[in-house]
């Protein structure tokens, strides 16, 4: 899938052009390269267990407190946001909350809109199945060499199946679930929908909520975590993101017994096809593994 929209890679290439215009006016030496914010400073995911938050760490400035340049980098986050933005980063900065958090750290929540809005984009971004692990050779160690330890997997042991088979059902039930006449891409490959349907696309309760909490870091290791061209697959990041990827289907075996087939809304088919599309490239990339569409 060579389009995997990420929410933390979107926020933060939504920070980095305010964390560098922060340097340029606080640097107090000729060159701003000097500045210990200059180098980039990556987000890392907050430790709230119910939340999807991100948290930057702002190391000091010499022998200066960094809280003056989090004071100015909050002031340029919160600035008067667009009305109605058009592409997913302008949305993710108007709608992701931004608080200090001490010592020298800023916590960034995204609220249901940025979800609704990241789960619309990462959904209709388009999908090219010949660049699958393109650029590098595929991973030295196939699944069957990464295991989890049984009591980690409890689910997968009550169904008698593998975590791999676990995946490959979850991907199985969300893809014959999402199959439905209601369309959550007016507009494909355009700009973003307006912001009120957007919001309809966020999770609702706390199993669904939990799910797309479970989506989207799979999604961000997924990304983050992905070689570089010529270079080898991590076996570390192979099972990280094998466990995260069955955390994820714990969370959607849970939520699935509260969906109604029935009637459906766009929220849940959102949902279903955004886990479908997460399971995908977790089997068919990173654990070389096809990702079936029925028994």
């Not at 108007?94 to 809109?113: C, E, S």
């Not at 459906?264 to 990339?285: C, D, M, N, P």
Request: some cysteine.
């Amino acid at each position: 899938m060579a389009n995997l929209v990420a929410l933390q890679t979107t926020l933060q290439a939504a920070l980095d052009p305010l964390l560098t215009a922060v340097v340029a006016s606080e640097s107090h030496t000729a060159d701003p390269s000097a500045h210990p914010w200059s180098t980039g400073l990556p987000l890392r995911w907050g430790r709230s267990p119910t939340l999807i938050s991100y948290v930057l760490r702002l190391p000091s400035q010499g022998h200066q407190s960094p809280q003056t340049g989090i004071q100015a980098l909050l002031t340029a986050w919160r600035s008067p946001r667009e009305a109605h933005p058009e592409h997913l980063p302008a949305l993710i900065k108007a709608y992701t909350r931004a608080d200090p958090l001490p010592p020298g750290q800023i916590l960034f929540v995204p609220t249901p809109t940025a979800l609704g809005g990241w789960l619309w984009a990462f959904t209709a971004a388009p999908v090219e199945m010949t660049d699958l692990g393109a650029g590098s050779p595929p991973p030295t160690r196939p699944f069957p060499a990464i295991r989890l330890p049984p009591k980690s997997a409890p689910l997968a042991a009550r169904l008698q199946l593998s975590p791999l088979a676990l995946v490959q059902y979850t991907h199985m039930r969300c893809h014959q679930l999402a199959h439905s006449p209601l369309t959550i891409h007016p507009e494909p490959g355009t700009a973003l929908p307006p912001v009120p349907w957007l919001d309809q696309l966020a999770p609702t309760t706390a199993a669904s909520r939990q799910v797309i909490r479970r989506l989207v870091k799979l999604v961000d290791q997924m990304a983050l975590s992905r070689p570089s061209d010529g270079e080898a697959w991590s076996q570390t990041a192979q099972t990280q993101i094998l466990r995260s990827g069955y955390q994820l289907c714990e969370a959607a075996d849970l939520w699935l017994g509260e969906v109604r087939l029935a009637t459906l809304e766009a929220g849940t088919i959102a949902l279903l096809q955004g886990v479908e599309r997460g399971l995908k490239h977790l089997l068919l990339t990173w654990l070389q593994s096809p990702a079936p569409d029925r028994l």
